[in-house]
């Protein structure tokens, strides 16, 4: 059974914190992805990876960072956590190419900043 | 660029009842157009796809056929049951990003009733 991970389902943190969200997948994608969740905005993307080390921005990449230092994982980074970070987020993975491709994604990760 | 516009929910039916939750889509070109689900306390899972125009996809009694002329991706289904009570985003991936990302909706909520 395919299977993406993320390290927390929950997770709180203070202001100004430097947040590590884990993701890992034993598919073997070549694509990674980060989205946030908020209600009435659907997902949005922050950050995609196409390869090791490879990164490019999504649609709101400011206030975070990524890292892709082995196939199977993908990290999200806040460098300053603030309030307006309070969300869920979710990671996916797809295979490279092809334009039927479905993206498979983790339970998500439910950041709440304080 | 591209973007995808959903019906705003929630949306309440009885058990039994037909559903239909509209989608459409501003495109260059012929995207893939996907459907995906997200039960409670889940990450999104991929309910059906179609990438061609009168192509219809088809899972679990689900169905949407893309509809160039008219820019749309309806989801339907003939009789709805509780277990089909979720988050319903319809989303697309286009040939200006290599058909590698995707842009969602919005989301739909689905009540279902006993």
């Known amino acids: 059974d395919v299977k993406v991970t993320q390290s927390s389902r929950y997770l709180v943190k203070r202001t100004g914190e430097k947040v590590f969200l884990e993701c890992v997948q034993d598919?073997?994608?070549?694509?990674m992805f980060w989205y946030r969740q908020d209600p009435g905005l659907g997902l949005r993307l922050i950050y995609f990876s196409y390869d090791v080390k490879m990164k490019e921005k999504g649609d709101i990449p400011e206030g975070y960072s990524v890292s892709r230092e082995k196939k199977e994982r993908f990290s999200l980074i806040l460098e300053s956590a603030s309030t307006n970070q309070t969300s869920m987020y979710l990671c996916a993975s797809s295979l490279f190419g092809g334009r039927s491709y479905e993206q498979y994604f983790g339970p998500g990760t439910r950041l709440t900043v304080t | 660029g591209n973007s995808v516009t959903q019906m705003e929910g929630p949306v309440t039916l009885s058990e039994e009842a037909f559903l239909t939750i509209n989608c459409t889509y501003t495109a260059t070109g012929y995207p893939s157009l996907f459907w995906y689900v997200q039960y409670p306390g889940e990450g999104l899972q991929l309910l059906l796809k179609a990438t061609k125009a009168d192509d219809k996809g088809s899972n679990k009694g689900f169905e949407a056929t893309y509809r160039k002329e008219t820019t749309s991706f309806h989801l339907e289904k003939g009789s709805v049951q509780v277990s089909d009570s979720a988050v319903y985003f319809c989303a697309l991936s286009g040939m200006n990003t290599g058909f590698q990302k995707l842009v969602f909706g919005t989301g739909t909520r689905l009540l279902v009733s006993p």
């Open positions: 598919m073997d994608h070549e694509n």
